[in-house]
């Protein structure tokens, strides 16, 4: 299938957004300002969150919302006066990103991976060629997601992730690919719940999406602690929980029995794996860059949740891969 090839090119995909990076800083003499808001649809809208987080974390002041509320309901958010809009669409062509643009009256960057309507109306833009075949985004999502990182940590003067380290470890995580396919054909869940805390949450979103979207199958993500508040009611024998999470402490570990003792199934993708009955090491990289090494363990899990399932995962049925109205 095109989408396991795209999410084994990951490694490739950093580089490629590191060359774009690099690309962009030749030709512009341009800082990305403290206040920005991101936008996006569907995993570009999931893209714009961790961003946005990224942004505030790193002493700027980001937020994030779907193109469609940007257009049609802004004054319900906190939007304040940003000085630059980021609007994000792999094809760049979907027609709420391109309208978003005029959403609100500052300067537009375009976060893309061609030259597009998206590109062309903006007044900046980072173009990162991971190209896909498939409808769903998988490796291009990661490579955007480290390219603006990299302009973010250029623009607040920080030092920039060394792109070569951080593509050998994503290959170190794809190395994850057969136990993630063992875990999938090994037990036959029938709901999964993704979570996450900080930065983590939005990679939660996005793999509850990855799974409706490759696999046709019910998921949901939480803020991680958040699932003990009447959402766990969900979990039994059925249920995987996905918990993703950088530097598991007690509460993981309480968490983790809590469920087990309801007989759902924890696989823990991180740092050490907090009393799971699976368990994915993530190699130590630390936030905002982490993100990168959650990313292909989730779309191999839908993938292979799919193939398990006799699905096509490169066509998923009622999709299309650019939205136009
Ligand atoms: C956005 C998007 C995709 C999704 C789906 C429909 O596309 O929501 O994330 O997988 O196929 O479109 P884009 O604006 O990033 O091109």
């Known amino acids: 299938h095109a989408t396991l090839r795209e999410i084994r090119k990951t490694p490739e995909g950093i580089l490629t957004a590191q060359k774009a990076f690099e690309d962009f800083l030749t030709h512009h003499d341009f800082r990305l300002p403290r206040e920005i808001v991101y936008t996006g649809c569907g995993s570009s809208h999931f893209l714009s969150q961790p961003l946005a987080m990224a942004t505030t974390r790193l002493g700027g002041r980001g937020f994030s919302a779907p193109c469609s509320e940007l257009l049609y309901s802004r004054e319900w958010y906190p939007i304040g006066n940003p000085e630059l809009l980021v609007a994000i669409s792999r ?12 959403a609100l ?17 903006s007044d900046y833009a980072l173009i990162v060629p ?11 999502f990661t490579a955007f997601y ?32 057969e136990y993630i396919r063992e875990i999938v054909n090994g037990f036959d869940f029938r709901n999964v719940i993704f979570l996450g ?50 530097e598991p402490f007690e509460w993981h570990e309480k968490l983790t029995e809590e ?11 991180g740092r050490h794996d907090a009393g799971a009955d699976y368990f994915i090491e993530v190699p130590e990289l630390g936030p905002p860059a982490n993100v ?26 009622f999709l299309s891969k650019v939205v136009k109205w």
Not at 154 to 159: L, T, V
Not at 204 to 218: D, G, I, N, P, S
């Open 259 to 269: 469920f087990q003792g309801q007989k759902a199934r924890v696989l823990t993708v």
């Open 105 to 121: 009256n500052v300067p537009r960057f375009a976060l893309t991976a061609y030259e597009s309507g998206l590109s062309r109306k």
């Open 91 to 102: 094809s760049g062509e979907t027609t709420e990103a391109i309208k978003a643009l005029d």
């Open 146 to 177: 480290f390219a603006f990182l990299q302009l973010l940590l250029h623009s607040y003067g920080r030092e920039t992730y060394d792109a070569e380290l951080v593509s050998s470890l994503t290959k170190e995580v794809l190395g994850s690919e």
């Open 197 to 246: 805390s900080g930065i983590l949450y939005p990679v939660a979103l996005e793999a509850m999406l990855k799974m409706k979207e490759m696999a046709l199958f019910w998921s949901e993500a939480y803020p991680t602690f958040e699932v003990r508040h009447g959402f766990k009611s969900i979990a039994d024998d059925g249920t995987l929980v996905v918990l993703l999470v950088d």
């Open 130 to 140: 991971a190209h896909e075949e498939s409808v769903v985004m998988t490796h291009s």
């Open 292 to 317: 990168v090494l959650y990313l292909p363990v989730i779309q191999l899990l839908a993938y292979y949740k799919a193939v398990e399932r006799g699905l096509n995962p490169d066509r998923p049925r």
